[in-house]
């Protein structure tokens, strides 16, 4: 619930209809939840019989695991990358990279924070408790996507 609050709360929460058009639009498996961003970015987007046959398609994650096989999070710039053409195309349509979808480096940054290593200076007058509170926000973000094993 912790990452949906991340994704703006039950308010920007939608259904979106996983093929748009055709006879499956209103099948109970054809719903899938969005956020209102990803959503409005896919609008009616869904690949032509052409582009299909050359292996583009959106990713169902009902269907198929899609992070980590398809897409993983660059560790330096913390943007999603495909590295399958759904993968590519998925983070595209559904503008997966917007700028406000900041939990990927704010989640970066307060591991490096917590991981790095030697001395920490800091002004605060219980070090452990600050420590302690960074550790909890961190484990409630949504864990990092890892590139594919090669």
């Known amino acids: 619930m912790q990452h949906l609050q991340r994704a703006g709360g039950l ?13 499956i639009r209103n099948h109970y ?10 959503n409005g970015a896919k609008g009616q987007q869904w690949p032509t ?22 897409i993983f999070q660059d560790p330096k710039t913390h943007e999603l ?4 053409t759904p993968g590519k195309y ?15 480096r704010e989640r970066a940054r307060l591991h490096d924070l917590l991981n790095r290593g030697g001395n920490v200076k800091s002004n605060f007058a219980n070090v ?11 484990a409630q973000m949504i864990p990092p996507i890892p590139a594919p094993s090669m």
């Open 128 to 138: 452990a408790d600050t420590v302690a509170t960074l550790r909890r926000q961190l």
């Open 11 to 23: 308010k920007c929460m939608e259904v979106d209809h996983f093929r748009p058009k055709g006879k």
């Open 90 to 104: 998925q983070i595209v349509v559904c503008d997966l990279n917007a700028a406000h979808f900041f939990e990927r």
């Open 49 to 70: 019989a052409a582009r299909a046959r050359q292996g583009v398609r959106l990713l169902n994650p009902t269907k198929e695991k899609d992070y980590g096989e398809h």
């Open 81 to 84: 990358v495909g590295v399958t």
């Open 29 to 38: 498996n054809n719903f899938l939840p969005a956020t209102r961003h990803c």
